[in-house]
């Protein structure tokens, strides 16, 4: 009985000093990754000093042209928008970020689905890009306020970079990986096929409205917070489909309460129903975010 114990105590030692091993190597790895969407992240959240920061969903990350933004307002810009995220990642990036600098302005796209809205959301899928940087000054809180075990797994080097060790591997020796993006604009080519159009699904409620969710507001009242001294502009960028503006009801709330500025292009007649500009229902294509990026740029001379 003596020598199986000693075996299992052995085998569990054995195993947590791979994970330990495994944790320091991926870390190593994704910390010298300069390309796709690790490279990226490397950028945003250890390097970036620009004046003028996007954040926001993929709707930020596709539709905002950050060359054009700076070569127009004379301002460095970066985009650090990231594909089906919101106002949790948005925060975590902000504390890092503000750990070397203080951004001039900050351009928030806003998405109520993923800033607001009650859509039953798992809030675990918005924290895979947080994982490698737990123990960065405040984003341990972030984990712990989605789920408390949180603070239990992510002792785990493999619990970590689960789900991008492969990916990053792959880059690391292979230098294949999606595009960067420029100054971490994505474009997206092509224009849209109308018989696929699929308009996001908005839960409502005829006798209630829209339901909103108390977490993410709670975040959206932190993030005002850590933006105290900074020029925050919320933006909607333009919808194929014409948006219905009562899903706006608490980000106009917070702007009045905070004197915030709220460019709406949602249902801009320039852009709804127009295909040459639409990668999709929800996303603009490369045409459509350089159009709006001028229409932009005119509204933020106003506010810079």
């Known amino acids: 009985m003596r020598n199986f114990i000693c075996k299992v105590l052995f085998f569990c030692l054995i195993i947590v000093v791979m994970d330990i091993l495994f944790g320091l190597v991926m870390e190593k790895v994704s910390r010298q990754i300069t390309i796709g969407g690790t490279g990226r992240d490397n950028y945003i959240c250890d390097k970036t000093r620009d004046e ?7 709707r930020a990350e596709h539709h905002y042209n950050t060359q054009m933004i700076s070569d127009s307002l004379g301002y460095s810009c970066y985009n650090a928008g990231e594909d089906g995220c919101g106002i949790i990642l948005a925060y975590g990036r902000l ?3 503000q ?3 203080t951004p001039k302005t900050i351009i928030y796209e806003v998405t109520p689905s993923f800033d607001y809205l009650d859509e039953g959301n798992d809030y675990h899928k918005y924290l895979y890009k947080l994982k490698r940087h737990y123990d960065r000054k405040g984003i341990d809180s972030i984990f712990w306020d989605v789920d408390k075990t949180e603070r239990i797994k992510m002792l785990s080097g493999t619990y970590r970079h689960n789900s991008s060790f492969l990916q990053n591997l792959i880059v690391y020796f292979f230098g294949i990986s999606a595009d960067t993006g420029i100054r971490g604009y994505r474009p997206l080519n ?5 018989l696929k159009i699929k308009k996001n ?5 005829s006798k209630n409205g829209y339901k909103y ?4 507001l709670q975040y959206i009242n932190k993030f005002l917070n850590k933006t105290n001294h900074i020029n925050l502009i919320f933006v909607i960028s333009p919808m194929w489909y014409n948006m219905d503006t009562e899903v706006l009801g608490p980000i106009k709330k917070k702007c009045e ?3 915030i500025p709220l460019l709406d292009f949602s249902n801009n007649p320039k852009y709804t129903f127009n295909n040459h500009f639409f990668k999709d229902g929800t996303h603009l294509n490369a045409d ?5 990026t001028r229409d932009l740029i005119k509204e933020l001379r106003k506010h810079l």
């Open 213 to 216: 969710d108390a977490f993410k």
């Open 257 to 259: 309460e905070h004197d």
């Open 288 to 292: 459509g975010a350089d159009e709006f």
């Open 99 to 101: 750990e070397r600098y």
């Open 95 to 97: 504390l890092m970020m």
């Open 201 to 205: 699904k908005i839960a409502y409620d």
């Open 52 to 58: 003028i920061i996007v954040l926001g969903s993929s």
């Open 190 to 194: 092509g224009e849209m096929d109308t």
